[in-house]
């Protein structure tokens, strides 16, 4: 079952005013970006985070879980639980970086 579109409405309005929120679709499901850093991955209208050192407090009880076949797994946020998402996200949007932009491939 894939993402739906109001789900993943629902995740950016959870996080609504921490920054610049935007998401993509990928495919079939959605990457939540907060200041062009690719932050919440969404997957059958579920909410993973890498598991990184700066969460180890905050998601210590958070259920595991891998996004799709072969992913590591993650950390699977409590979407509905603003304050926790606010932490999380707080938490991760200053050791993300910005992805770099790939070069475009030349037709031979």
């Known amino acids: 079952m894939a993402t739906n579109l109001d789900f993943?409405?629902?995740?950016c309005g959870q996080i609504n005013?921490?920054?610049?929120?935007?998401?993509k679709k990928m495919f079939g499901e959605y990457m939540v970006?907060?200041?062009?850093?690719p932050l919440l991955?969404?997957?059958?209208?579920?909410?993973?985070?890498?598991?990184?050192p700066c969460l180890d407090d905050l998601m210590s009880d958070a259920?595991?879980?891998?996004p799709y076949n072969g992913a590591k797994e993650h950390y699977i946020l409590d979407i509905d639980n603003r304050e926790l998402v606010f932490a999380v996200?707080?938490?991760?949007?200053?050791?993300?970086?910005?992805?770099?932009?790939r070069k475009k491939k030349v037709p031979k």
């Open 89 to 101: 996200v707080s938490a991760l949007e200053p050791v993300i970086p910005v992805p770099k932009p």
């Open 41 to 52: 991955g969404v997957c059958n209208n579920t909410v993973y985070v890498k598991i990184l």
């Open 8 to 11: 993943i409405e629902y995740v």
């Open 63 to 66: 259920e595991k879980g891998c």
């Open 17 to 23: 005013g921490i920054g610049v929120i935007r998401y």
């Open 33 to 37: 970006y907060v200041n062009d850093k």
